[in-house]
């Protein structure tokens, strides 16, 4: 969801993508719930599919914004260096800095569980929007 929100916030001069840490999902659609809380929003991610995060993406993206703090020590792990570290964050320090908030896992409840991942989501990308469409 965090994809598909975040590009249809920033300009078409931001490049928005997303990708796991694990390779459990590689070339599937996003959860089912995923795909109909976002259309309840008017955004339609069925075009996108699932791929693993590579050493690749510190070269291709100027910034890195990780779901969770064990997303975080996975990503800054494959850093080759303290610039490639740099890039990483945590979505949510958008909205709570410097407390590590982690986005809370959706996948074992229902519905309700996706649309307040998709509120939390929403209001940290329209944060990150705004900063990278200054730069």
């Known amino acids: 969801m965090a994809e598909g ?3 249809a916030k920033t300009s078409d001069q931001v ?11 590689i070339g599937d659609l996003p959860d089912r719930r995923s795909i109909d809380e976002a ?17 690749r993406d ?4 100027d910034r890195i914004y990780v ?6 020590r996975d ?8 610039q490639d ?7 949510l320090e958008a909205i709570f800095p410097g407390e590590r908030v982690d986005v809370p896992d959706p ?3 229902g519905p309700k569980n996706f649309e307040k991942v998709y509120h939390m989501l929403d209001e940290a990308c329209k944060v990150i929007a705004k900063e990278l469409d200054r730069t």
Do not use: C, P, W
């Not at 490049?15 to 999902?25: L, R």
């Not at 779901?67 to 975080?72: E, G, I, K, L, T």
């Open 67 to 72: 779901m969770d703090n064990a997303n975080y």
């Open 5 to 7: 929100i975040l590009d």
């Open 39 to 55: 259309k309840k929003h008017g955004l339609d991610i069925t075009d996108q599919r699932g791929r693993q995060f590579s050493v």
């Open 107 to 109: 996948y074992q409840g």
């Open 15 to 25: 490049m928005v993508d997303s990708a796991g840490t694990s390779n459990y999902h």
């Open 85 to 91: 570290k740099e890039k990483v964050s945590l979505i």
């Open 58 to 61: 510190f070269d291709v993206f």
């Open 75 to 82: 990503v800054v792990a494959l850093a080759r260096n303290d």
